[in-house]
């Protein structure tokens, strides 16, 4: 009786321990992908930058 209670309480505290490490686990791997997704926006920003920069230059240059 007493081991079938040790043994219940001890796949209760491993399963919560595997929860609480999977949405560790989870939450790390999102940064990892929103990190990667912000660098490339700001890229496409600076592109546009340079672009508009170009088209402002040329204007001036010829001037």
């Known amino acids: 009786m007493a081991q079938e ?3 219940a ?3 209760e505290v491993a399963s919560q321990a595997t929860s ?3 949405g560790l ?3 790390q791997i999102s940064y990892v ?10 890229k496409k920003q600076v592109q546009e ?3 508009k920069r170009q088209m402002v230059q ?4 010829y001037l």
């Open 49 to 51: 930058l340079r672009n």
């Open 20 to 22: 609480d490490i999977y």
């Open 5 to 7: 209670i040790a043994v």
């Open 33 to 42: 992908f929103k990190y990667q997704n912000y660098i490339n926006d700001l």
């Open 58 to 61: 040329e204007p001036v240059e």
């Open 25 to 27: 686990l989870k939450q």
């Open 9 to 11: 309480a001890a796949s």
